[in-house]
């Protein structure tokens, strides 16, 4: 029997929401390990001042199966590879598409680094909004029929789950927030603790605490994170906290 | 108006699941800079090597209102304190309780740093199976009542989430797995892809990809993180792995 032989070698870092210090150590010496970086152009760029000696490689956004590709053909010649995303690469992020892409590519190792993701980020920035069971939902349709986003903000607001979204707006769906929070007001109440943020950890950091009749008439971009609290979400000195259970302190 | 006066400052933060390569470098930071550390036995003691200079101050579990008191005494005393979680100290760690605790010390100032909570951790060792919209569940009915944990289970199973457990099994709650993969198989097919990892970045880490029907019937600890996928989640190169999308690469 003839062993499989292992060519080459890519990392699928996370790199936290932007500043440097959320980035873990295992995501620093992976990239520092590499000779080729390869990402979207926006987060390559964060880190050129510090892997400036490194091939850096790009594509915009929608070209991500090239993206992987790049980062395979790479590897294929023996490089070790650092493939970045923002956050965490296991949420939303090109984990999942890398290892679709490489079963084109068997000789070639991957190995997952995870990363602070924006709902972990953003909740330090409210407060504690995650105490407690949640749910991670993406307003993106992109991929995703809308009818079954519809269902997922529906079954979570039933059962109570604080709801944390990711891209909850863009310039084809601005009213997408809107909509969901009008499914989450069929369970929770107006006055449900609710919170966003923009701009994780990068220029412009931003943050507001609000209910959630107010949320729906909120603008916000696609580079804000939106948390609505479940029954027990409270404010306490302008921080979102849900308790961790149903008990008193 | 006579201003609020700050006395001490306490970092509530996530060090990630074990390793020390998860913890972020602001996590690093912030235990540079304090002079006392706070936090249940077992994780303070991981960092005794490294911080072994600094006050160390520890509760065993559920002790962790008494947990609070301490760092809130040590920062009145004008002390930087660090109340150390694992994981992310904002999902299902002391953040929340941090705030709530607070309310009787406003004039100590709270920061959260987050860290790489269990989901991410595992993720990665297991492939890639929080891709798309996810729910975090935890089994422990210490402080939550069960029937709102099933109400969870079965909302996040109809509506086809990725479902993400922690806490999944205790001495007192052996059969609480299995009740709740029953739960999920009456909207997921038995051939659902699951997963689950134990010790995650410790000593003895260790992780097997199996199906919803089998996943029923395993032994599971209170140290592992369970994993049951959508309908769309796949093994590709014995890695767990759900699409970002619904359409084809």
Not at 42 to 60: A, C, N, S
Not at 208 to 219: D, F, G, V, W
Request: charged content about 25%; some cysteine.
């Amino acid at each position: 029997m003839q062993e499989k032989k292992q060519i080459g070698k890519i990392y699928v870092i996370g790199i936290g929401p932007g500043e440097e210090k959320q980035m873990t150590k295992g995501a620093e010496s992976a990239l520092e390990e590499s000779d080729v970086i390869v990402g979207y152009t926006v987060y390559v760029d964060l880190l050129k001042d510090r892997f400036g000696d490194k091939k850096m490689l790009t594509t915009p956004m929608k070209r991500e199966v090239e993206r992987c590709r790049l980062a395979f053909e790479e590897a294929q010649k023996g490089f070790t590879v650092s493939m970045v995303c923002s956050g965490d690469s296991g949420v939303y992020g090109m984990a999942g598409l890398m290892y679709e892409v490489g079963r084109d590519y068997p000789a070639v190792e991957l190995k997952i680094i995870p990363g602070i993701t924006a709902a972990s980020a953003g909740a330090a920035v409210l407060g504690a909004p995650l105490m407690h069971d949640f749910a991670v939902i993406s307003l993106s349709d992109l991929l995703t029929p809308w009818e079954k986003i519809e269902r997922r903000i529906e079954a979570a607001a039933m059962a109570d789950f604080v709801i944390c979204i990711y891209n909850p707006s863009s310039r084809k769906r601005a009213d997408y927030l809107m909509k969901a929070c009008d499914i989450a007001l069929k369970y929770k109440s107006p006055e449900t603790v609710c919170g966003y943020v923009k701009n994780i950890g990068r220029d412009g950091e931003c943050s507001e605490i609000t209910t959630l009749a107010e949320l729906r008439n909120k603008k916000v971009d696609m580079f804000t994170t939106v948390y609505i609290g479940n029954e027990q979400t409270m404010e306490i000195s302008r921080k979102m906290v849900t308790p961790r259970g149903y008990r008193n302190v």
